[in-house]
Structures are given as structure tokens and as C-alpha cells.
């Protein structure tokens, strides 16, 4: 959905959306499991010219390979945004350019307004979370045999091989 500032000069723009699976393209290994759900507006903030506010809550499912053991590991989402873009009248900035604590907090866009989906797709990685695990107790993969801890026991000694090659290492260093 393409957010209109000819058409948000005249009024806000409701909008209640679902986006299905694949409209959205996301990186390699995130995939989306269920249609997005986002409901907000748009407006036109009329102090600042051509400064739009894009806010709203969104809901969705989203998959990825679980940091620990590489199985699916489910993320739902849900979110709040509420965001500010001004329109970008610098052209491409040479060097080093001074942005003040409160411009921080504000996007910018080029042309005749914003598309949606990039304001969906930004907010969707910033609320996911840092480690993405399939579950709080995953054991994850043995580093010595690969074998998925989950799934079966190994009889692989606990320690990591970096540990053991870190600690000859510091022994190395101590003769």
C-alpha cells in the first residue's frame, strides 16, 4: 500500500490490512507464517511540510532457524510503531553528517510519499529477537559430533573444543 502525500495533504489514511505469506520479501533464512496483521494511519503533520507520522500495531508469525540447534523455531510477533518521516531534500550526503539527538527518531523518504510494506518489513526485523530459539530449553547441537542434543544424548565430552583449545592455549602462555 503506497502512502499518498497528495492524498494526505486532504486527509489521514486508515488503514486495516492483511498481507499474506511472499508479498513481502524478507532475508534468506526468515520466512513469514502467517498473514501480517496491521491496523494504523497515516497523516500528514501539519507543522513540519511534507513531515508524515505512519502509527499503528501489527501482528504476525515468523520463522527462522533456531540460533542453537537449526530446527524452525516459530516467533510471533506483535507491535506497536509509531513513526516519523520527513522528506529527504539533502540528495546523497558527502562525508560525515551531523544528526541531532532528536532527528535520531526520524526517517526519511524520497518522492511523492511511502510504501507501507518497507515500514511493515522494517518494523517486523526490529521486533524480532536477538537469539532465535525453537524453545527455551533447547540443548542445541554437540560441537564435537553435530549430533542435535534435542533429539538423542551423544557421548561426547561437554566441554567445546574452542574451551579445550583456549585453555592450552593459556597454559602455552604460562610456561
Not at 539527538?101 to 523518504?109: C, T
Not at 522494517?122 to 533429539?151: H, W, Y
Amino acid at each position: 500500500m503506497f502512502l499518498s502525500l497528495r492524498e494526505l495533504e486532504l486527509k489521514k489514511i486508515p488503514f486495516a490490512l492483511e498481507i499474506p505469506p511472499g508479498t513481502i520479501e524478507f532475508a534468506d533464512e526468515l520466512t513469514q507464517a502467517s498473514p501480517i496483521a496491521v491496523k494504523g494511519e497515516a497523516e500528514l503533520v501539519s507543522d513540519v511540510l511534507g513531515e508524515i507520522r505512519v502509527s499503528g500495531k501489527l501482528r504476525v508469525t515468523m520463522e527462522a532457524p533456531c540460533d542453537r540447534c537449526v530446527e524452525p523455531a516459530t516467533l510471533p510477533i506483535e507491535t506497536d510503531f509509531d513513526l516519523t518521516y520527513r522528506p529527504d531534500e539533502s540528495g546523497e550526503p558527502v562525508g560525515e553528517v551531523h544528526v541531532s539527538e532528536g532527528e535520531s527518531e526520524i526517517g526519511f523518504y524520497s518522492g511523492d510519499g511511502l510504501e507501507l510494506d518497507d515500514i511493515l518489513l522494517e518494523q517486523i526485523v526490529l521486533a524480532l529477537p536477538m537469539q532465535k530459539v525453537c524453545s527455551p530449553g533447547c540443548k542445541g547441537i554437540c560441537p564435537s559430533c553435530g549430533q542435535n542434543r534435542n533429539f538423542a544424548n551423544c557421548a561426547c565430552e561437554s566441554k567445546p573444543l574452542v574451551v579445550k583449545q583456549f585453555a592450552a592455549a593459556l597454559q602455552s602462555l604460562k610456561k
